[in-house]
C-alpha cells in the first residue's frame, strides 16, 4: 500500500525531512491563497492524508512541524466536508502525540480550538464520523489535559449535542418505519418533518453518537 512506502520513505530520509516533504504541499496551497488564487482543497487534504499516514513513526514530542500543523487545522475551511473528515481523521490519529506533546509544554492552548472544530465537524454527515471518532481518541489520550473550565464547558455542549442529534435520528428512523405498502399521506408529512428536524439538529449515526459518549466517558 502507499502508505506503507510512505512509512519506509520516512524512516529512510529521517522524520524531520520527511515530514518537510509532506508537508511542502500544504505550504504551497497556502502561499496561493496568500497571492489571492482559490484554495486548492484537494491538494490540502492529500497532504493530511500522506501526513496522517507516517503517524506510527516516533516523532519528538517538541517537533514544531507537526504543533504547526495541528494549530493550522482548525483554520481550514469546512467545506467540501471532506477536508473537515481527513482533518479529523489526522487528528486523531496523532492524539498520543498531543498527548506527548501538551506533556512536554507544547500545544496546551491547541484543545479548545480542536474540539470546535470537530463539535463543528459533527454537524456534517460526511465529516461526522471521522469526528466522532477523533473525539473518541482525543479523550481517551488527552483527557488528562482536559480540566480546565473553559474545555469541560465545551465538553458538556459537544455531550449535550450529541444527545440531541441522537434522539433526531432516532425520531426520523421512526418515522419513516412504516411498513410495506403505500404510505398514507400523514405519515409522508411525519417522515417529511421527522428528516427535516433531524438535519437541522445535525442528526448523527447511532455509532457515531456512542463513539462520542465513549470518548467522554473515558476523560
Not at 64 to 78: F, G, H, N, S, Y
Not at 85 to 98: C, F, I, K, P
Not at 181 to 206: F, I, K, N, R
Request: proline fraction near 6%; hydrophobic fraction near 45%.
Amino acid at each position: 500500500a502507499w502508505a506503507d512506502v510512505l512509512v519506509d520513505g520516512c524512516a529512510a530520509v529521517g522524520q524531520q525531512r520527511a515530514l518537510q516533504l509532506l508537508l511542502m504541499p500544504l505550504t504551497e496551497v497556502s502561499q496561493a491563497v496568500a497571492a489571492g488564487r482559490e484554495f486548492d482543497w484537494k491538494t490540502a487534504e492529500l497532504a493530511l492524508h500522506c501526513v496522517r499516514s507516517v503517524a506510527c513513526m516516533p516523532f519528538n514530542p517538541t517537533e514544531p512541524m507537526l504543533e504547526q500543523l495541528l494549530t493550522a487545522l482548525p483554520t481550514l475551511p469546512p467545506q467540501p466536508p471532506q477536508l473537515p473528515y481527513t482533518s479529523a481523521l489526522l487528528l486523531s490519529a496523532y492524539a498520543e502525540w498531543l498527548d506527548k506533546a501538551i506533556s512536554a509544554g507544547k500545544c496546551g492552548n491547541l484543545m479548545p480550538q480542536l474540539l470546535q472544530m470537530l463539535l463543528t465537524a459533527l454537524g456534517n454527515t460526511v465529516s461526522a464520523p471521522a469526528a466522532a471518532i477523533a473525539i473518541r481518541d482525543l479523550c481517551d489520550c488527552c483527557g488528562q489535559h482536559m480540566g480546565t473550565p473553559h474545555i469541560l464547558e465545551q465538553l458538556m455542549s459537544l455531550y449535550q449535542k450529541t444527545l440531541e442529534a441522537g434522539v433526531a435520528t432516532k425520531t426520523a428512523a421512526a418515522a419513516g418505519n412504516g411498513g410495506p405498502g403505500v404510505m398514507g399521506a400523514a405519515q409522508q408529512t411525519a417522515t417529511a418533518g421527522a428528516g427535516v428536524a433531524a438535519a437541522a439538529s445535525g442528526a448523527l449515526h447511532e455509532d457515531d453518537v456512542h463513539c462520542v459518549i465513549q470518548g467522554m466517558v473515558m476523560c
